[in-house]
């Protein structure tokens, strides 16, 4: 509008509400990846409940779920690069004091959670008692295992913590195995005549003695025999990631080179660009996640044997663990509201892409990649927190499956009928949250470290086997609760170090402006000292001038 001074007059209309197409639109655009994965999930469930009617072969299960298959596949293949560089990343962008005040931080919040989760699971298996001496009539004897010391299982965490070899720790780890050899005795052979001897034979060796010219007894013979069987500990390298090796490693090589300064500008420019590199490649798979997670889902369906005669036997021992994982699940909300009062279940929103993945998945180390992307995109973590806390919590860090070793140890005792003494219980809840710790964020990683729970208890370990059968299920949802307490781990230790950063961030501010103000007064030094060389070059150049005039 033009007024008389000649000037432009804008006038502000307002804003016209949005319709609910609109609206609708905005929050698709917004959510369009989380509700593919929602949608993936229900699909996936649907379409395995019906095609099971149609008794697909082996084949045709194998090609429903080879999506699924590239799914993981491309999620652990980011897993070691991600570790790397953000572990080392994050701990570059930290003093050493701030660093072991977030990580002492991180860990008492581990500790905490998975304890409680213990101590859970326990109150609920003694409270519903899923376990009857019947089921074990119904499903019988269990497969053995075998058998692992305590001792054992320790000195193989310490073990796969310092590992010897760093390019093997990439693809195996250390572990202790026992072998059954024979052992045998030397036994004096029987040098008398044998009933089946003849008279002949004996004549002939006194008659050949005799032509020797002197008579010697004949040498002593021995036999060597099988008086049984015992177990010899051995050491040897299985399949998979050594996670707590290269974490070990990652730490030190992270604090070391932030101590070096700038000396060290170029290394962390290096893993600051490959931390960014492996992000973007996250952001493309995720959006073939939604693919892959409801071929998993829909191929595992499909592989179940009977699941009505599974739930009908083990339908009770599901319940037990499904509704301790809820009840876990409200406690971590809890403490975070307690100790950040913020809302838990917009937290948990935000979260809900993560959530979906370790469902799909059953892997915290597989799901990682995104638990990256959701905290830091869509809950506003510091990437300083989430790439130094979330990669120690998928390893340290199962709340899940400590709950779970607690309530199959015991259900197994219950179904054995073994008196569950006081002894036996602290017992249970110890070893559980020691043996919680060392299992590794793969599928199912929480059977074998349940056998270190039984064998510490006294519990008969053939009877894992008999838990294989809704194992599948049980590894989802424990998977998932996992990554949900690493989560909300990120988002504490955030808040309580959120003062510490936000100085840190200051201070590098002030040093940047500082050292931006330094270049500014050398270039303008630099340029005064230029400037101030060319008037002597002209002052020099004035009496050789005034002299070649006079010549003339």
Request: glycine residues 8%.
């Amino acid at each position: 509008m033009e007024v008389e001074s000649g000037k432009q007059e804008y006038t502000f209309e307002p804003q016209e509400p949005m319709t609910g197409k609109e609206k609708f639109k905005q929050w698709f655009k917004e959510n369009m990846l989380l509700f593919f994965t929602v949608t993936s999930v229900v699909f996936g469930i649907i379409f395995g409940m019906v095609l099971r009617y149609a008794e697909p072969s082996d084949n045709a299960i194998l090609a429903i779920g080879f999506p699924g298959d590239i799914l993981m596949r491309l999620l652990k293949m980011l897993i070691l690069p991600l570790i790397i560089s953000s572990l080392i990343t994050g701990l570059t962008e930290l003093d050493p004091k701030e660093s072991g005040k977030m990580g002492l931080r991180a860990l008492l919040y581990y500790f905490t959670t998975t304890f409680i989760a213990v101590i859970i699971g326990i109150i609920m298996v003694l409270s519903i008692h899923p376990g009857r001496s019947s089921l074990k009539e119904e499903l019988g004897d269990g497969t053995s295992k075998p058998e692992i010391t305590t001792l054992d299982a320790f000195l193989d965490l310490l073990r796969n913590l310092f590992p010897e070899n760093l390019v093997q720790a990439c693809f195996q780890q250390a572990q202790t195995y026992y072998e059954d050899v024979n052992t045998t005795e030397k036994v004096l052979r029987n040098t008398t005549i044998s009933l089946n001897a003849t008279e002949d034979t004996t004549v002939a060796y006194a008659t050949a003695a005799s032509v020797a010219g002197n008579v010697t007894e004949a040498p002593p013979m021995y036999d060597i025999v099988i008086t049984g069987t015992k177990s010899i500990r051995k050491l040897a390298f299985k399949d998979g990631m050594n996670v707590m090796g290269i974490i070990a490693f990652c730490i030190t090589f992270g604090i070391l080179l932030s101590a070096m300064g700038e000396r060290a500008r170029v290394m962390i420019n290096f893993f600051a660009i490959l931390a960014d590199i492996t992000m973007k490649m996250v952001h493309i798979i995720m959006w073939y996640s939604p693919i892959g997670i409801a071929s998993l889902i829909c191929a595992k369906i499909l592989d179940m044997d009977d699941p009505e005669v599974v739930f009908r036997q083990l339908g009770l021992y599901m319940v037990t663990v499904l509704v301790g994982l809820v009840i876990h699940l409200g406690v971590l909300m809890t403490i975070f509201f307690v100790m950040t009062r913020n809302n838990p279940l917009t937290f948990f929103k935000g979260m809900l892409q993560a959530w979906l993945t370790a469902l799909a998945t059953s892997s915290s180390g597989a799901t990682m990649p995104i638990t990256f992307r959701c905290l830091e995109e869509n809950n506003g973590i510091d990437k300083r927190v989430t790439r130094f806390v979330i990669p120690i919590g998928a390893t340290v860090n199962m709340d899940g499956t400590a709950l779970y070793e607690a309530v199959a140890a015991i259900f197994i005792g219950q179904m054995n009928g073994i008196p569950l003494t006081v002894g036996k219980v602290i017992t249970v809840s110890i070893t559980a949250t020691l043996a919680s710790i060392g299992a590794a964020s793969v599928p199912s990683a929480g059977l074998v470290t349940m056998l270190l729970v039984l064998t510490a208890a006294g519990f008969p370990t053939g009877d894992v086997s008999l838990l294989l059968t809704v194992d599948w299920f049980l590894d989802r949802c424990r998977t998932s609760i996992n990554v949900l307490g690493d989560s909300y781990g990120a988002g504490i230790v955030y808040k309580l170090s959120k003062a510490e950063l936000d100085e840190a961030d200051r201070l590098e501010e002030i040093e940047n402006n500082h050292n931006e103000l330094d270049r500014a007064n050398h270039d303008t030094s630099k340029l005064d000292g230029q400037a101030q060389n060319a008037l002597d070059f002209e002052s020099e150049k004035k009496p050789d001038g005034n002299a070649r005039e006079s010549e003339f």
